[in-house]
């Protein structure tokens, strides 16, 4: 049986993810359909989803081992550079679809095969490397802002948790849109270069200068109230992730007297993916990178994203 080199999930650890992580060989990929094709990959990045994987959220034993990784750069059967779009329609999973790596095997190997409506066209002028941090963290950034914060209504926001993936995304995004951003990190350092995005960079849970029109959330429970506290009347609290813990305790008095509107997002259509694509190339935005890793030293983007010191998007470059 053709085998290729994968970094897949070979058990769960919740309290040692980088122990279930195995990086080895598999079989390669057989597309499951006539409209599923075969991508060659040249850059993939690292999603806490995928710590999240190897911890045991979101897959079951029967599952395993599975491929890890959501997002993609590659080559078509064609020869053409494309993005991969990482959500797959997924009957019998209670959402209706799944992202690579839930279902259907991820992205972190030589290959990965999926429907052809789900590859989009690498824009001229964006590196691999760049556009290979865009279809999860930064895709989700970008609904949270525009689709569900409704940020063209908005003069300010603020980011928590700024230093991850997808916070950086947001404040990215957000500054390049003409926004105030305000963004915590528990991390002087990390603090500082939030600030040379181009946003106000302050302490966890400190006061704001002015409460927020859209709050992007993907901490949870540490950040939470503060997150409430710091919404303006009429503001939208934008959830798509709970790093820290999924149940804050919530004050509902500030809710209903602020008509706080607290919205729950996951990932992006393929719509909002060619829109952020757009947008990043037409503005000149490229994603915030912490490292670029080898993929044959893949393991060592895991414990750079395992140890939180990342600052932006750990990148897998394939072609290394
Ligand atoms: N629903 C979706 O479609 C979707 C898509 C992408 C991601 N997510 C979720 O969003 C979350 C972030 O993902 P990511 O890939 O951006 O992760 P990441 O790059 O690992 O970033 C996580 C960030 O959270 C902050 N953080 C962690 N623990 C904290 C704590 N106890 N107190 C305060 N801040 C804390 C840190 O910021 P500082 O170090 O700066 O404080 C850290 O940089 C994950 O839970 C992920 O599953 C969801």
Same mark, same amino acid.
């Given at each position: 049986?053709?085998?290729?080199?994968?970094?897949?999930?070979?058990?769960?650890?919740?309290? %040692?993810?980088?122990?279930?992580?195995?990086?080895?060989?598999?079989?390669?990929?057989?597309?499951?359909?006539?409209?599923?094709?075969?991508?060659?990959?040249?850059?993939?990045?690292?999603?806490?989803?995928?710590?999240?994987?190897?911890?045991?959220?979101?897959?079951?034993?029967?599952?395993?081992?599975? $491929? *890890?990784?959501?997002?993609?750069?590659?080559? %078509?059967?064609?020869?053409?550079?494309?993005?991969?779009?990482?959500?797959?329609?997924?009957?019998? %999973?209670?959402?209706?679809?799944?992202?690579? =790596?839930?279902?259907?095997?991820?992205?972190?190997?030589?290959?990965?095969?999926?429907?052809?409506?789900?590859?989009?066209?690498?824009?001229?002028?964006? #590196?691999?490397?760049? /556009?290979?941090?865009?279809?999860?963290?930064?895709?989700? /950034?970008?609904?949270?802002?525009?689709?569900?914060?409704?940020?063209?209504?908005?003069?300010?926001? *603020?980011?928590?948790?700024?230093?991850?993936?997808?916070?950086?995304?947001?404040?990215?995004?957000?500054?390049?849109?003409?926004?105030?951003?305000?963004?915590?990190?528990?991390?002087?350092?990390?603090?500082?270069? $939030? =600030? &040379?995005?181009? &946003?106000? &960079?302050?302490?966890?849970?400190?006061?704001?200068?002015?409460?927020? %029109?859209?709050? $992007?959330?993907?901490?949870?429970?540490?950040?939470?109230?503060?997150?409430?506290?710091?919404?303006?009347?009429? #503001?939208?609290?934008?959830?798509?992730?709970?790093?820290?813990?999924?149940?804050?305790? $919530?004050?509902?008095?500030?809710?209903? &007297?602020?008509?706080?509107?607290?919205?729950?997002?996951?990932?992006?259509?393929?719509?909002?993916?060619?829109?952020?694509?757009?947008?990043? =190339?037409?503005?000149?935005?490229?994603?915030?990178?912490?490292? +670029? +890793?080898?993929?044959?030293? +893949?393991?060592?983007?895991?414990?750079?994203?395992?140890?939180?010191?990342?600052?932006?998007?750990?990148?897998?470059?394939?072609?290394?």
């Amino acid at each position: 049986m053709p085998i290729m080199r994968a970094a897949f999930a070979s058990r769960f650890d919740d309290a %040692d993810p980088l122990a279930a992580l195995t990086v080895g060989e598999r079989p390669e990929p057989t597309p499951p359909a006539d409209d599923w094709v075969t991508v060659q990959l040249r850059a993939t990045s690292l999603n806490h989803h995928d710590l999240w994987s190897l911890r045991g959220v979101g897959l079951t034993e029967a599952q395993l081992p599975m $491929i *890890l990784g959501c997002d993609a750069v590659g080559l %078509d059967p064609e020869g053409h550079p494309v993005v991969v779009y990482p959500v797959v329609v997924t009957p019998g %999973d209670p959402r209706g679809v799944s992202i690579l =790596s839930e279902h259907f095997a991820g992205t972190l190997a030589e290959r990965v095969v999926v429907p052809r409506s789900n590859l989009v066209p690498l824009p001229d002028g964006m #590196a691999a490397t760049d /556009a290979a941090c865009l279809p999860t963290a930064w895709l989700t /950034a970008w609904r949270m802002l525009t689709t569900k914060g409704r940020v063209a209504d908005a003069d300010s926001v *603020l980011v928590q948790g700024a230093g991850g993936g997808v916070a950086t995304a947001a404040v990215a995004l957000a500054v390049a849109m003409g926004k105030r951003v305000y963004a915590t990190s528990r991390d002087a350092g990390k603090r500082d270069r $939030i =600030s &040379a995005l181009g &946003a106000t &960079a302050m302490e966890p849970g400190a006061r704001l200068p002015e409460r927020v %029109d859209v709050v $992007i959330e993907t901490v949870g429970e540490a950040t939470f109230d503060h997150s409430l506290k710091s919404a303006a009347p009429m #503001a939208r609290i934008v959830v798509s992730g709970a790093t820290s813990g999924h149940e804050p305790s $919530i004050n509902l008095r500030r809710v209903f &007297a602020m008509q706080l509107e607290i919205l729950g997002t996951s990932m992006g259509t393929p719509g909002e993916l060619y829109e952020l694509l757009a947008f990043c =190339s037409d503005n000149e935005v490229r994603p915030v990178v912490d490292s +670029v +890793v080898p993929f044959s030293r +893949v393991e060592e983007g895991f414990a750079r994203l395992h140890s939180g010191d990342a600052f932006g998007k750990v990148v897998i470059d394939h072609t290394a």
